[in-house]
């Protein structure tokens, strides 16, 4: 984003050695079309301050650059705000071109799955089950993100024991909207055995703003990893929004009467949505429910089953991640469903 020709000039030539192509815009109504889409934006000083002042939307890779021989040649004030750095030409050639190298590379990586797991009806372990999804990710040689985007459930934080630890949550994502860098993203969650949180405060029980939510799942498919999303059984502007994006949902569906009931209806109201939606059952020893007329009662295919494990209250009263202990039938039934999203194919997984 730039009017001076020589600056323009400049830019060019680097995007031209780092083998980009370069979309110029030489005022805000042209950048307007580009700005949540393009991998990074270069503006000079100039610009700068008039993308303040039109208040484009906050993104992050935004880079200022000038023309001069020393740092006291960039105008004062530039760097914060939405700038991301500051650049003086020739001078900072090299800084900026691996920047736009970065950039890059980060377009060329193959994108990630994203996967929604939502429960069939209340008390069904769908957020116990996506946590050992995510923990499954980090099997398959690959890093986990799990997304969580159910207020009422108390954050997603406390199932991997991390509910002190510093890091930001939904509400200090509020205002976030176009494109996030994926690293920034990742240095600044909690984490833990490779899997990076974005929980729900305990505090601020409000909905996740669904332009956030966009542009965090954007961030995350992009690393090429493997990404849960917890999604509310209610509908909102969040999980319509996430809806959107994800690949698959697995609902969670506890073998009981009433729960199958529920799951039916709800899978019938996520039919309507974007996303494919498939079954998981959750055995209840005493339900007296045959599979096989879950599996007729259900309008979506069933794709597993797990039992209630002792182990994984245990893990959950401890705040130990549930998977990180590699036996049972919740942790076998993840692993066989993270491998077959590595293999970008979904087949019907033996039920366990």
Request: charged fraction near 25%; glycine fraction near 10%; charge should be negative.
């Amino acid at each position: 984003m730039t009017a001076d020709p020589d600056l323009l000039d400049e830019v060019l030539g680097l995007t031209a050695v780092a083998g980009v192509e370069a979309i110029t815009a030489p005022d805000l109504s042209e950048a307007r079309r580009h700005w949540d889409t393009a991998p990074l934006v270069v503006l000079d000083s100039a610009l700068a301050q008039a993308v303040r002042a039109n208040r484009l939307g906050r993104r992050q890779d935004v880079m200022a650059v000038c023309r001069g021989a020393s740092s006291t040649d960039a105008p004062d004030g530039l760097r914060g705000d939405g700038i991301d750095g500051v650049f003086v030409l020739p001078r900072d050639s090299s800084e900026l071109l691996d920047r736009i190298v970065a950039c890059r590379d980060e377009e060329s990586m193959p994108l990630g799955r994203v996967m929604g797991v939502v429960a069939g009806s209340g008390g069904a372990g769908a957020s116990v089950f996506a946590s050992a999804l995510a923990m499954a990710g980090t099997r398959s040689n690959r890093r986990s993100w799990l997304i969580d985007l159910d207020p009422s459930g108390g954050g997603a934080d406390l199932l991997f024991g991390l509910e002190a630890d510093q890091g930001l949550r939904w509400p200090d994502l509020h205002h976030a909207g176009g494109r996030l860098s994926p690293e920034a993203l990742r240095d600044a969650l909690p984490g833990v055995a490779g899997v990076s949180v974005l929980s729900c405060d305990r505090l601020d029980s409000g909905d996740p703003p669904p332009e956030a939510v966009t542009a965090v799942l954007a961030a995350t498919r992009r690393t090429g990893d493997f990404t849960v999303v917890d999604l509310p059984r209610a509908a909102s502007p969040a999980r319509t929004a996430a809806l959107a994006v994800v690949d698959e949902v697995l609902m969670v569906v506890a073998e009981e009467v009433r729960a199958v009931v529920a799951a039916h209806r709800l899978a019938m109201e996520l039919d309507a949505e974007p996303a494919s939606v498939r079954a998981v059952l959750r055995s209840a020893a005493s339900s007296g429910l045959a599979p096989d007329k879950i599996f007729a009662a259900l309008p979506v295919p069933v794709v597993g089953r797990f039992v209630s494990e002792p182990a994984v209250r245990q893990a959950l009263l401890q705040g130990r991640p549930v998977g990180l202990r590699r036996r049972g039938s919740l942790v076998r039934l993840c692993s066989d469903l993270a491998e077959g999203i590595a293999d970008e194919y979904w087949g019907e997984v033996a039920v366990h």
